[in-house]
């Protein structure tokens, strides 16, 4: 069981930086894919990143150029660096990771579908103020 535990969250003026901290409790980290997730208030939960365990990363379309997702296998966490922010990028945002094996070794086929992530962390609040 891999527990993951987000920090790093706060309330910023726009156009402001934060960055976001998931820490994970398994020793086998560099096993897994690591993505972040967040969830607007009436809103859907939606994929923000994901950092592959070879390396690579994906982003949403929505943060491209403004939030940097990078790893660091030493100490079991994987961040969010987050610039030029949004008030909408207000949202509880979450850490997830996938197990990477078998045909999801190297890449997930949809890395936005939450059920292709095996463990949740509870998540940090996000507030960008206008």
């Known amino acids: 069981q891999v527990q993951l535990v987000e920090s790093g969250g706060g309330l910023v003026q726009a156009g402001g930086s934060l960055r976001l901290s998931c820490a994970a409790s398994?020793?086998?980290?560099?096993?897994?894919?690591m993505g972040w997730f967040r969830q607007a208030p009436g809103k859907e939960r939606e994929f923000v990143a994901i950092?592959?365990?070879?390396?690579?990363?994906d982003y949403a379309d929505s943060v491209k150029g403004r939030f940097t997702i990078s790893r660091d296998n030493a100490k079991n966490t994987v961040y969010l660096q987050m610039n030029s922010l949004k008030p909408e990028d207000t949202a509880v945002y979450y850490c997830?990771?996938?197990?990477?094996?078998?045909?999801?070794?190297?890449?997930?086929?949809?890395?936005?579908?939450?059920?292709?992530?095996?463990?949740w962390g509870q998540g940090t609040q996000v507030t960008v103020s206008s």
């Open positions: 398994e020793r086998t980290f560099r096993t897994y894919h």
């Open positions: 950092r592959y365990a070879i390396g690579s990363t």
């Open positions: 997830a990771a996938a197990t990477a094996s078998g045909s999801s070794r190297y890449r997930i086929a949809d890395s936005s579908r939450q059920g292709n992530y095996d463990y």
